[in-house]
Nanobody, 119 residues
Framework: QVQLVESGGGLVQVGGSLRLACAAS????????MGWYRQAPGKEREFVAV????????YYADSVKGRFTISGDNARNTVYLQMNSLKPEDTAIYYC????????????WGQGTQVTVSS
């Protein structure tokens, strides 16, 4: 079992920046893909960014490419999401995720942190 706790959300103006953090209960980077998802009111949860298992690489949703950066601190068991040039459409609850398929299927989620971008 992996426990994930998000922090760093808040209210920011258009064009501003926030850094989200996801603290894990134990080592995760070599065992799981570590990612960020978000869900706006009335919409489905959508993918934002991920660090591949074992440091395989990083991948971003088209909507955040060039603006968001995902990173990890292995010593602190923490994943970050640096968000720059924020837009009103970035407003959502942001969730941290740890997932893998092999050798068994696991999919862990944090409780989420609210990000609100005002114009």
């Amino acid at each position: 079992q992996v426990q994930l706790v998000e922090s760093g959300g808040g209210l920011v103006q258009v064009g501003g920046s926030l850094r989200l953090a996801c603290a894990a209960s134990g080592p995760t980077f070599d065992n799981y893909d570590m990612g960020w998802y978000r869900q706006a009111p009335g919409k489905e949860r959508e993918f934002v960014a991920v660090i591949g298992r074992g440091g395989a690489g990083k991948y971003y949703a088209d909507s955040v490419k060039g603006r968001f950066t995902i990173s990890g601190d292995n010593a602190r068991n923490t994943v970050y999401l640096q968000m720059n040039s924020l837009k009103p459409e970035d407003t959502a609850i942001y969730y941290c995720n740890a997932a893998r398929i092999i050798p068994a299927r696991y999919d862990y989620w944090g409780q989420g942190t609210q990000v609100t971008v005002s114009s």
